[in-house]
Structure formats: structure tokens, C-alpha cells
């Protein structure tokens, strides 16, 4: 529990300046605890910055997949898309601002993977994972674009956006790999 709760002060705290200009000591106030209680967890912020990320990547990863088992991305994913934004929204944003570190893509490397296995895609296709890691690419470029934009698309917006590119562009180029078995 103290780790979630120094993780959610990062959080809070990194929505109003940058990671390094955030001291341990205003870290361990905001999450009610001193700065031997954040040494007790974390060597350092950089390494709370990486549990973070870990837990923010592997809780939206679970959800989307869980939503892929229950629903449909052809008809499901807007709806789904906005709850999903709305409800991690700090905690990607943390991500989205590190998006070529290493963390995140393999992280994002370890999704494909697991995407492929709860579908019945074939895991070892190169053609599907460089399809889905473009998708994925893409995705979260738009969304970190989104974030910056001032000019008010809704989120269900931009969900629709993405859904037709899923759905108009990469649902029949996975359904193509799926059909030729790998």
C-alpha cells in the first residue's frame, strides 16, 4: 500500500511539474509519509518513476485485453475507449511522456505478445507483431498529441478515430495473418 501511495503522489504531483524538479521530501509529504519511508521502497525517484510506469502500463494492458475477451474493437472500442482514458488519464500521461524509453517498449513488446495468445494469433508472425507494434505506435502517438492539443476533440472522438484505423486498416491485415495461420 505505501508503494501505491507514494506512486499516486508521483502522479499528482507530476501533473504540475517535471519529474526532476519534484524533491523527495515533497514526494514523502504528498503521499503522508517522511523520506526514510520513501527510501524504504524506492532508491531513488527515477526507480519510482519505473515501478509507476510498471503498474500503469500492466493495469491498462490487463484492461484492454479483458475488454478484447468480453467485447468487440469493431463495434465496442469508442465507448471503451473514452472509460479507459478517463480512468488512467494520469497515470498515462506519466507514460506518454517517456514514450521511446526502453520500459515502455517492452512493455508494449510483451502486450503484442499476449494479444496474439488470448486471440489465437500466431505470436511468432513478424508481419503481425510489426503490424500491431505500428498500430500500437500510432496509437499512443495520437493519444500524446491529443493530450497537447488545445483545440477540444473529445476523447470519444479521437476513440473513434482509432477505431477506424483498427477497423478500416489493421482488423483485415490481422484477420489475413489469422486466416494464413502464421
Not at 136 to 159: F, H, P, T
Request: proline share 3%.
Amino acid at each position: 500500500a505505501a508503494r501505491r501511495n507514494v506512486a499516486e503522489a508521483l502522479i499528482a504531483l507530476h501533473g504540475a511539474k517535471p519529474i526532476d524538479k519534484i524533491s523527495i521530501q515533497e514526494l514523502a509529504a504528498k503521499a503522508g509519509y517522511n523520506r526514510a519511508t520513501f527510501y524504504r521502497y524506492f532508491g531513488s525517484i527515477y526507480e519510482l518513476y519505473g515501478y509507476t510506469e510498471d503498474f500503469a502500463m500492466t493495469a491498462v494492458k490487463n484492461e484492454i485485453l479483458t475488454f478484447y475477451r468480453e467485447r468487440s474493437f469493431d463495434t465496442d472500442f469508442t465507448a471503451s475507449f473514452a472509460e479507459l482514458y478517463s480512468k488512467w488519464a494520469p497515470y498515462l500521461n506519466l507514460v506518454l511522456d517517456d514514450l521511446g524509453s526502453p520500459r515502455v517498449a517492452g512493455i508494449k513488446s510483451g502486450f503484442i505478445r499476449e494479444f496474439c495468445l488470448a486471440n489465437g494469433l500466431p505470436a511468432d508472425d513478424i508481419e503481425l507483431e510489426y503490424t500491431l507494434d505500428i498500430y500500437i505506435s500510432c496509437v499512443l502517438s495520437a493519444i500524446n498529441k491529443w493530450r497537447r492539443d488545445d483545440r477540444g476533440l473529445s476523447y470519444e472522438r479521437l476513440g473513434a478515430v482509432i477505431q477506424r484505423l483498427l477497423t478500416e486498416g489493421v482488423l483485415p491485415q490481422l484477420r489475413r495473418s489469422a486466416a494464413r495461420g502464421g
